[in-house]
Nanobody
């Protein structure tokens, strides 16, 4: 069973930065994209950013210009800058494989607070 482990979350002040990482326990075959999602108790899980195996990236409007998604071999990153209060959420990484298979991490808490 493939496991994804996120790290890098924490407490940061508005305007601060964090970098999230997501590592897979083993190689995942037939990946077509990977992404970061976030969820709060008040909202459904929403897409933050995705990157395809060809390197195409896509971002939610709310994070464009502030967040950067990238990957390096088996690790997925999310660099977050100029964090805002509304960025507070549990962040999940997800690997989307062919055949409709999705692998999810357990989530990492990001709290933006002064």
């Amino acid at each position: 069973q493939v496991q994804l482990v996120e790290s890098g979350g924490g407490l940061v002040q508005p305007g601060g930065s964090l970098r999230l990482s997501c590592v897979a326990s083993e190689r995942i075959w037939d990946i077509y994209s990977m992404g970061w999602y976030r969820q709060t108790p008040e909202k459904e899980r929403e897409l933050v950013a995705t990157v395809t195996v060809r390197g195409r990236t896509d971002y939610a409007n709310s994070v464009k210009g502030r967040f950067t998604i990238s990957r390096d071999k088996n690790t997925l990153y999310l660099q977050m800058k100029n964090l805002k209060l509304d960025d507070t959420a549990v962040y999940y990484c997800c690997v989307h494989a062919n055949g409709g298979i999705n692998y999810w991490g357990q989530g990492t808490q990001v709290t933006v607070s002064s």
